[in-house]
């Protein structure tokens, strides 16, 4: 059986990311939206559009929220919602503590839309990276040598695994 991609799986997401995205995407359907096509409108009026810097501005406002709203609403449709494994390996969900390559890193596993739930100044790494790859499933104490994308042979030592 072939190994499954994020792009076959989905997005790893929390309940609460997921949440979070879904009134995002709410918010800019339903107001944004319209509040933009009233600047837009009130711009428009101004007169001469060619140099109307308001109008084109709000143009812009307009077409980077119609990119975000296709862009949540492909995430949302492929997410992957879920919990932390709770038997302390490492999983989608689970803030890492390890020795890569004998420096100390802290980083937490999923999507990078969870990065608002994960301590500040904790990177946000996927599950599908060769580093998430090789510590999956591994538990504190244990280590790892996997290839970097450079060709490199990495050893990681797993330190501490917390859920988020």
């Given at each position: 059986m072939a190994e499954e991609t994020t792009e076959q799986q989905g997005t790893w997401l929390t309940q609460?990311?997921?949440?979070?995205?879904?009134?995002?995407?709410?918010?800019?359907?339903?107001?944004?939206?319209?509040?933009?096509?009233?600047?837009?409108?009130?711009?428009?009026?101004?007169?001469?559009?060619?140099?109307?810097?308001g109008?084109?501005?709000?143009?812009?406002?307009?077409?980077l929220n119609e990119a975000?709203?296709?862009q949540l609403?492909?995430?949302?449709?492929?997410?992957q919602i879920g919990e932390a494994a709770s038997d302390g390996s490492v999983s989608a969900g689970t803030i890492v503590t390890?020795?890569?390559a004998g420096k100390e890193q802290r980083f937490a596993l999923g999507g990078q839309?969870?990065?608002?739930?994960?301590?500040?100044?904790?990177k946000v790494f996927s599950?599908?990276?060769?580093?998430?790859?090789?510590?999956?499933?591994?538990?504190?104490?244990?280590?790892?040598?996997?290839?970097?994308?450079?060709?490199?042979e990495i050893k990681a030592e797993i330190v501490d695994v917390t859920t988020l």
């Open positions: 609460d990311a997921f949440d979070r995205l879904t009134e995002e995407l709410r918010r800019r359907k339903e107001n944004d939206r319209k509040e933009i096509a009233t600047r837009v409108e009130a711009a428009r009026q101004e007169g001469d559009l060619r140099e109307n810097a109008y084109h501005a709000a143009r812009e406002e307009a077409s975000r709203i296709i609403t492909e995430l949302l449709e492929h997410a390890a020795k890569v839309e969870i990065t608002a739930d994960v301590p500040e100044g904790v599950p599908d990276a060769p580093l998430g790859k090789a510590l999956k499933g591994h538990k504190a104490g244990e280590a790892v040598t996997y290839t970097a994308p450079n060709g490199r």
